[in-house]
């Protein structure tokens, strides 16, 4: 799968995510694109995802009849995310096109 790490997201993510191509909003130059034309964006460029920490994404974006994935992670910090890698990488290993899907990460 080709993912798109938004703003936010954990660049050190994409080393748990070998079997899929990680590029992030910053290397692609779109660090200062808003959410609605970074989605449509994402899609025009064949991403098949995007890996955000957005939790207000789907109230202000209309996700309907979109065919990107779209996976938040309910914390930025790294720290507790790593901890639970296996739970986040299983998620988006099994990501059906035009999903969405909140995860939240727990403090231990």
């Known amino acids: 799968m080709k993912l798109l790490f938004d703003q936010g997201t954990p660049v050190p993510l994409r080393k748990y995510l070998l079997s899929h191509t990680v590029v992030t909003a910053y290397e ?3 660090n200062d694109i808003r959410n609605g034309d970074l989605l449509q ?5 064949d991403f098949d995802a995007i890996i955000t920490t ?8 209309n996700l309907t009849g979109r065919k990107i994935s779209i996976v938040v992670l309910l914390t930025t910090s790294w720290p507790r995310i790593k901890k639970h890698v ?3 990488v299983g998620s988006i290993d099994t990501l059906q096109p035009g999903s969405y899907i909140e995860l939240p990460i727990p403090f231990n």
């Open 28 to 30: 692609q130059g779109w």
């Open 86 to 88: 296996a739970m986040v």
């Open 41 to 45: 964006r994402a899609e025009t460029a």
């Open 54 to 61: 957005d939790q207000n994404i789907r109230y202000q974006q």
